[in-house]
């Protein structure tokens, strides 16, 4: 009996898509074409997120937004130009960012090498209906998307983790070597859904080098 129960179990689980080995293309300038990734939890007292992303842009655009039902910029990575960071254009960039609820403290790591700490205060906790999306930046919770913030490139490797993830650990990402998956985002098994024009092919190099 408590095999069974087990199989029906394992039959009800939804099978997550693997995209390792794949990259998500947003091809054009465009105020609709976007992904939004759906969280594993949202128990958010501190986080992770990382991803590494290709682009010619020369102009500012989103990476990661994330928005609650009280403010649509709840957590957000984007990319001002012209920036202090050596974001040359058509090559890959990893980045990953780190907060902790209990100290406030934000930091940015950029292909292996650790930015200033800084204190950004948050209204996390998040603990109900966060909307992550990836290839537009949000002006409201899900929406208000503008066509000069959208993303034209790749992105790849997108994880989430509910906690801060030791410096250690980042490197290993950086370098494309093993990480403990995302426990909230998990590029090996993505809870998505793409809307628009978004391709999904098989990536070019996504290491840092």
Same mark, same amino acid.
């Given at each position: 009996? +408590?095999? +069974?129960?087990?199989?029906?179990?394992?039959?009800?689980?939804?099978?997550?898509?693997?995209?390792?080995?794949?990259?998500?293309?947003?091809?054009?300038?465009?105020?609709?074409?976007?992904?939004?990734?759906?969280?594993?939890?949202?128990?958010?007292?501190?986080?992770?997120?990382?991803?590494?992303?290709?682009?010619?842009?020369?102009?500012?655009?989103?990476?990661?937004?994330?928005?609650?039902?009280?403010?649509?910029?709840?957590?957000?990575?984007?990319?001002?130009?012209?920036?202090?960071?050596?974001?040359?254009?058509?090559?890959?960039?990893?980045?990953?960012?780190?907060?902790?609820?209990?100290?406030?403290?934000?930091?940015?790591?950029?292909?292996?090498?650790?930015?200033?700490?800084?204190?950004?205060?948050?209204?996390?906790?998040?603990?109900?209906?966060?909307?992550?999306? *990836?290839?537009?930046?949000?002006?409201?919770?899900?929406?208000?998307?503008?066509?000069?913030?959208?993303?034209?490139?790749?992105?790849?490797?997108?994880? +989430?983790?509910?906690?801060? *993830?030791?410096?250690?650990?980042?490197?290993?990402? +950086?370098?494309?070597?093993?990480?403990?998956?995302?426990? *909230?985002?998990?590029?090996?098994?993505?809870?998505?859904?793409?809307?628009?024009? *978004?391709?999904?092919?098989?990536?070019?190099?996504?290491?840092?080098?």
């Amino acid at each position: 009996m +408590m095999l +069974m129960i087990i199989r029906l179990i394992l039959m009800m689980s939804p099978i997550l898509p693997d995209l390792s080995g794949k990259m998500f293309v947003f091809p054009q300038e465009t105020n609709t074409a976007h992904v939004k990734l759906i969280p594993a939890n949202v128990n958010l007292q501190s986080l992770t997120v990382c991803h590494r992303s290709f682009t010619d842009l020369k102009r500012d655009h989103s990476l990661f937004s994330l928005s609650s039902p009280s403010h649509h910029n709840e957590f957000l990575v984007f990319m001002s130009w012209p920036s202090s960071l050596d974001y040359a254009p058509n090559k890959w960039h990893s980045i990953c960012t780190t907060w902790n609820s209990s100290s406030g403290l934000v930091q940015m790591w950029f292909n292996g090498q650790p930015l200033v700490i800084k204190y950004i205060p948050f209204t996390l906790p998040l603990t109900t209906n966060p909307i992550i999306i *990836v290839g537009q930046e949000q002006d409201s919770h899900g929406g208000g998307f503008a066509i000069n913030q959208c993303l034209v490139g790749m992105m790849c490797d997108v994880h +989430m983790w509910n906690y801060e *993830v030791s410096p250690c650990e980042i490197l290993k990402y +950086m370098k494309g070597e093993g990480v403990t998956p995302g426990n *909230v985002l998990n590029w090996a098994a993505l809870n998505y859904q793409s809307i628009g024009n *978004v391709l999904i092919k098989d990536k070019q190099s996504c290491i840092l080098s």
